[in-house]
């Protein structure tokens, strides 16, 4: 009875804390938030001037009084303000929506790195209560991602999962609703995104910005060569460094591959490494099931092709991966089977 009189009163919320994005699950809503992890703050005052999408437009181009922030790094909150910011941002947006909502607070649960220490673990709880949280709940991101994308982890098979998001890629052999093994690489997206700026910059002497080098990644990254070996061109401007003046080169698809496989490489040697510690009747599992990609990076064209070629098991992506954390988030909130069976870190408040 009192569950059913709290659900009518507040929903629970599951976010998705990224180091690029986040996303905010709302139970009995679905996702009702996907905005870029950003915050713009007045350099003299500390106050807020744009969160999300917005602060991600003054990126590079605000003046000297307004600083934009990426309050998490690595996967771990960098900028304590302004993470608590963000997050008071989206839970107030999500429970202003509620009419009852004043008369309790929600419970949102988290998605983290693995890696995370336990400093990191409370900065996090801390700053969920802090933003208007009534009890903050944590599950390890590798975990969320194989429940977002359909996997059985609760089942005496093993299961593994690789999340690459924008600043850390978690890789994990799921069993029994636990985590049997896991590595949590501080190497992600953004390191990608380093690697064309490290590329323009080295090879054509031209300088351009994080938001340009995203842009590029998506336009003409991959992992493996394109279909026919066909060669793709992007125009990217950016200021020439001896000069000072603007200047358009054009990059190809080849060189960005180059550019990008040190990174690739390093992920897959983790992979490689993380199943060769794995017990062989969960490699088994593994080699039956295939291994599933999930997070935003892991849509760079040619990666399944890339890992399945070298570490020879089946490689396929979950529908929607940049979604897969929070979904799996929502699902967790709305079993409380599952909850008790899956690794929880609980309820501080």
């Not at 000069?243 to 990008?260: F, N």
Request: overall charge neutral; aromatic content about 4%; proline content about 4%.
């Amino acid at each position: 009875m009192l569950d059913a009189l709290r659900s009518f009163i507040v929903q629970d919320v599951g976010i998705d804390l990224g180091t690029a994005n986040t996303v905010v699950f709302v139970e009995g809503k679905g996702i009702v938030i996907q905005e870029p992890s950003y915050v713009a703050k007045h350099t003299v005052t500390g106050d807020v001037i744009a969160i999300g999408g917005e602060a991600k437009k003054m990126q590079g181009k605000a003046p000297k009084n307004i600083s934009v922030i990426r309050p998490l790094r690595d996967g771990v909150i960098a900028d304590f303000d302004a993470a608590e910011a963000m997050l008071q941002y989206y839970i107030q947006q999500v429970s202003s929506k509620h009419p009852l909502s004043f008369l309790s607070k929600p419970r949102v649960i988290i998605g983290i790195p693995s890696g995370v220490t336990d400093v990191e673990r409370r900065a996090v709880q801390s700053a969920a209560i802090s933003a208007g949280a009534g009890k903050a709940y944590l599950i390890e991101e590798p975990m969320a991602a194989a429940i977002g994308a359909g996997l059985k982890v609760d089942e005496p098979e093993g299961r593994m999962v690789v999340d690459i998001g924008g600043g850390t890629t978690e890789i994990a052999v799921i069993s029994l609703g636990g985590i049997v093994l896991n590595r949590s690489l501080r190497i992600a997206g953004d390191e990608l995104d380093e690697a064309v700026i490290m590329h323009v910059r080295t090879k054509h002497n031209v300088l351009i910005g994080e938001a340009t080098a995203e842009q590029t990644k998506i336009a003409i990254g991959s992992a493996y060569p394109f279909e026919n070996k066909k060669q793709v061109q992007h125009v990217v401007r950016g200021r020439d460094i001896g000069t000072g003046l603007p200047k358009s080169i054009k990059v190809s698809s080849e060189q960005l591959r180059e550019a990008l496989t040190p990174i690739v490489q390093h992920i897959i040697t983790a992979i490689m490494e993380t199943i060769e510690e794995t017990p062989p009747e969960l490699v088994a599992d593994i080699v039956k099931h295939g291994l599933v990609l999930a997070g935003g990076t892991s849509q760079l064209r040619g990666l399944e092709q890339r890992i399945s070629e070298e570490v020879k098991i089946p490689v396929w992506t979950t529908k929607e991966p940049h979604l897969a954390v929070v979904r799996g988030c929502g699902a967790v909130l709305a079993s409380e089977s599952l909850m008790k069976k899956v690794k929880i870190a609980g309820g501080y408040r």
